[in-house]
């Protein structure tokens, strides 16, 4: 679906920097190694790596444009913003929030991903369905799973993950499902929660 940058500058805010709103691109990405013509680059952060490195070569790869929360230099055509992946994030909320259609989001301790694959396959026979790639279930995957969300789906099935308290909320927020399926609590991740009760209040934000 194709968008111009004008919509990535009423979402995000920032500072744009030698970009011309109506430019175009039709996708979103963030790993540079992948980067076709015309995608829209948001650098992310990570303990390990740092993806405002890689706007040079996401640019020279053919992006219509980058989005970086750290400056580079010598690099003038870019959005400057305070947080790539809370860039991303309102990103994938913004397009999502254009579609009607119905989501189902699917959430619990285990057995997410093999849930999710499972209901959209099903889904699929009869619908023209969008589903999360692998485990695409956190800050990052999430709104790039929504940012695929195009005029032809007609139901979408999103996995949501958490490890921390408070990790869920947001993500419910930004997918917007009129749907919930919580797989069941467990004690993953108890050193994070303290104990089950904590676990169920966090995945309990899907009821």
Do not use: W
Not at 7 to 35: M, N, Q, W, Y
Not at 166 to 181: D, N
Not at 189 to 194: I, K, M, Q, T, V
């Amino acid at each position: 679906m194709e968008r111009t940058l004008q919509f990535v500058f009423d979402t995000c805010g920032g500072e744009p920097h030698g970009l011309d709103p109506k430019a175009t691109f039709r996708r979103v990405c963030t790993d540079s190694r992948l980067i076709q013509p015309g995608d829209l680059f948001v650098a992310l952060r990570g303990e390990n790596f740092n993806g405002n490195q890689f706007a040079e070569h996401a640019l020279k790869k053919g992006a219509s444009a980058v989005i970086l929360d750290e400056a580079v230099e010598g690099l003038r055509s870019c959005l400057m913003v305070s947080d790539g992946c809370q860039a991303l994030g309102q990103l994938g909320a913004a397009h999502r929030g254009e579609f009607d259609l119905p989501v189902i989001a699917v959430a619990g301790s285990n057995g997410k991903t093999s849930t999710k694959d499972m209901l959209a396959s099903i889904l699929r026979t009869q619908f023209e369905t969008l589903h999360s790639e692998a485990s695409f279930n956190n800050a990052i995957g999430v709104p790039a799973t929504l940012l695929r969300m195009e005029p032809h789906h007609q139901v979408a099935v999103v996995e949501l993950g958490t490890n921390h308290s408070g990790e869920l909320a947001p993500l419910i927020t930004m997918v917007g499902p009129q749907y919930g399926l919580l797989t069941g609590i467990g004690h993953e991740h108890l050193e994070h929660f303290g104990n089950l009760e904590g676990v169920a209040q966090e995945e309990g934000m899907l009821a």
